[in-house]
Nanobody, 127 residues
Framework: QLQLAESGGGSVQAGGSLRLSCVAS????????MGWFRQAPGKGREGVAS???????RYSDSVKDRFSIFQDKAMNTLYLQMNTLKPEDTGMYYC?????????????????????WGQGTQVTVSS
């Protein structure tokens, strides 16, 4: 099982930016999949962005064109660059990984396909 450690959350005003990081240990996911999910108070966990080892990415409609997912495979680190943040982006952001199999494109934002999860990092956007 992978250990995932997120960092980079914080409080920003609307329109600001944050970059989240997720370090996987003791190894990366190779050619499989990692993603970012978020959960707002009182709501379910939502897939935000996901990236496969073959560099296929998928974004939720709510963050497309504002967020960017990328990874440093040598450092086993996944990033989420979040720009033009909105109050509705507020929530706990979780890093997730599926190191054992390749998730098909349609399932990349579905939490059910991921087996390993981090503890989360809080993002708060004020208006």
């Amino acid at each position: 099982q992978l250990q995932l450690a997120e960092s980079g959350g914080g409080s920003v005003q609307a329109g600001g930016s944050l970059r989240l990081s997720c370090v996987a240990s003791p190894h990366g996911v190779g050619n499989n999949c990692m993603g970012w999910f978020r959960q707002a108070p009182g709501k379910g966990r939502e897939g935000v962005a996901s990236m496969r080892g073959d560099d296929i990415t998928r974004y939720s409609d709510s963050v497309k064109d504002r967020f960017s997912i990328f990874q440093d495979k040598a450092m086993n680190t996944l990033y989420l660059q979040m720009n033009t943040l909105k109050p509705e982006d507020t929530g706990m952001y979780y890093c997730a990984a599926e190191p054992r199999s390749l998730i098909f494109f349609g399932g990349m934002l579905d939490a059910a396909y991921y087996t390993d999860w981090g503890q989360g990092t809080q993002v708060t956007v004020s208006s």
